[in-house]
């Protein structure tokens, strides 16, 4: 049976602001991959890397180029050939998985060989700015048991500390995790890891610039670290061993959950712990990424808390967010 592709964008205004060290967004588009069978059709979405020059026109336009290989019957392992690691792969491999869910009558849990889904414990993500803004934001956040707070604004790490400082005094009994997002390359990075180890920091993601990773060979920090945009798929380990303890596996990133799942594989024997995390993106991008949360040690799937997003989405409940119902996806 042929099957059918289309793909196109969609447009989620955030609640608010988002604010990283790379700067502001007021919405996002994200790219949409449907793929039909006759009788069902698969849903997946991605949102684009923009740090690795992405967009989500040139997104979609990836998607489409493969139509043809999808009529012809191509499914994720082949994906996996015929397209780098990305956002484009990463909705396709979704839709995929969701049309293979629909048809056989399983779930995406039963057909990755994973026990029945629980809900499950969710950073909170507390966007960049001037501590008392942070420390606000923190302290407005529902009590919710775990942030993440995003650092590497003006002022270097000893400002990052000052924030970490009021963010503590205004939630004092949540647990905190920070990414720097590249920003502390040529610093010391020992030191500031043991100031926020004594703010109860349990993480830190990505303290140097992707690629030069080697800044952090003999740092002995306090506070375990965590390889973001060092570590995309299976390809990134290597260079990540000794340098990073965790790694933060994002589905655009990896190029979808059939790598984002053996990606974790690989990171478990090889010893390093797992984060599942997110780009801003609605239920639909974040269902796939529960799976692979399920088998780490912190999941970070808070995108759809940040923008408004579609109907019939995830539940989040407290601090925890739900598994998919089979009508959002899988």
Same mark, same amino acid.
């Given at each position: 049976?042929?099957?059918?592709?289309?793909?196109?964008?969609?447009?989620?205004?955030?609640?608010? +602001?988002?604010?990283?060290?790379?700067?502001?967004?007021?919405?996002?588009?994200?790219?949409?991959?449907?793929?039909?069978?006759?009788? &069902?059709? =698969?849903?997946?979405?991605?949102?684009?890397?923009?740090?690795? =020059?992405?967009?989500?026109?040139?997104?979609? *336009?990836?998607?489409?180029?493969?139509?043809?290989?999808? *009529?012809? =019957?191509?499914? !994720?392992?082949?994906? %996996?050939?015929?397209?780098?690691?990305?956002?484009?792969?990463?909705?396709?491999?979704?839709?995929? #998985?969701? $049309?293979?869910?629909?048809?056989?009558?399983?779930?995406?849990?039963?057909?990755?060989?994973?026990? &029945?889904? !629980?809900?499950?414990?969710?950073?909170?993500?507390i966007s960049l700015g001037e501590p008392g803004a942070m420390a606000a934001a923190a302290a407005s956040a529902g009590g919710r048991e775990l942030?993440?707070?995003?650092?590497?604004?003006?002022?270097?790490?000893?400002?990052?500390?000052?924030?970490?400082?009021?963010?503590?005094? @205004?939630?004092?009994?949540?647990?905190?995790?920070?990414?720097?997002?590249? *920003? #502390? =390359?040529?610093?010391?990075?020992?030191?500031?890891?043991?100031?926020?180890?004594?703010?109860?920091?349990?993480?830190? /993601?990505?303290?140097?610039?992707?690629?030069?990773?080697a800044l952090l060979d003999g740092v002995r920090s306090p506070v375990p670290l965590a390889a973001d /945009?060092?570590?995309?798929? !299976?390809? +990134? %380990?290597?260079?990540?061993?000794?340098?990073?303890?965790?790694?933060?596996?994002?589905?655009?990133?990896?190029?979808?959950?059939?790598?984002?799942? @053996? $990606?974790?594989?690989?990171?478990?024997?090889?010893?390093?712990?797992?984060?599942?995390?997110?780009?801003? +993106?609605?239920?639909?991008?974040?269902?796939? @990424?529960?799976?692979?949360?399920?088998?780490?040690?912190?999941?970070?799937?808070?995108?759809?808390?940040?923008?408004?997003?579609?109907?019939?989405? $995830?539940?989040?409940?407290?601090?925890?967010? #739900?598994?998919?119902?089979?009508?959002? #996806?899988?």
């Open positions: 049976m042929i099957r059918t592709l289309a793909a196109r964008v969609e447009r989620f205004p955030v609640r608010g +602001s988002f604010v990283i060290a790379r700067g502001a967004k007021t919405h996002v588009d994200v790219a949409v991959a449907v793929v039909g069978d006759g009788r &069902q059709e =698969g849903r997946g979405e991605a949102t684009a890397i923009y740090y690795r =020059g992405e967009t989500a026109e040139t997104v979609v *336009a990836a998607i489409n180029a493969r139509a043809d290989a999808v *009529a012809a =019957g191509a499914g !994720r392992a082949d994906l %996996l050939g015929l397209m780098p690691h990305g956002a484009a792969r990463n909705a396709l491999d979704a839709a995929l #998985w969701d $049309l293979e869910a629909k048809a056989s009558g399983q779930r995406v849990w039963q057909r990755l060989d994973l026990p &029945q889904p !629980r809900p499950l414990l969710t950073a909170f993500t942030l993440k707070i995003k650092l590497g604004g003006d002022g270097g790490p000893d400002a990052d500390v000052e924030r970490m400082a009021a963010v503590r005094a @205004a939630a004092p009994d949540a647990r905190l995790i920070v990414d720097a997002n590249e *920003a #502390w =390359g040529g610093t010391d990075i020992a030191r500031t890891a043991a100031a926020l180890a004594g703010l109860g920091v349990e993480l830190i /993601e990505q303290p140097v610039p992707a690629g030069q990773d /945009e060092s570590c995309h798929d !299976r390809a +990134s %380990l290597d260079a990540i061993i000794g340098r990073y303890t965790y790694i933060n596996i994002k589905l655009d990133k990896a190029g979808g959950l059939t790598e984002a799942h @053996a $990606l974790a594989h690989a990171a478990r024997q090889r010893g390093l712990g797992v984060m599942t995390g997110c780009m801003l +993106s609605t239920s639909l991008g974040i269902a796939p @990424a529960f799976y692979v949360a399920m088998q780490g040690q912190y999941a970070d799937l808070d995108g759809p808390l940040l923008i408004e997003d579609r109907p019939a989405g $995830l539940r989040f409940e407290d601090s925890d967010v #739900w598994p998919p119902e089979p009508e959002l #996806w899988g």
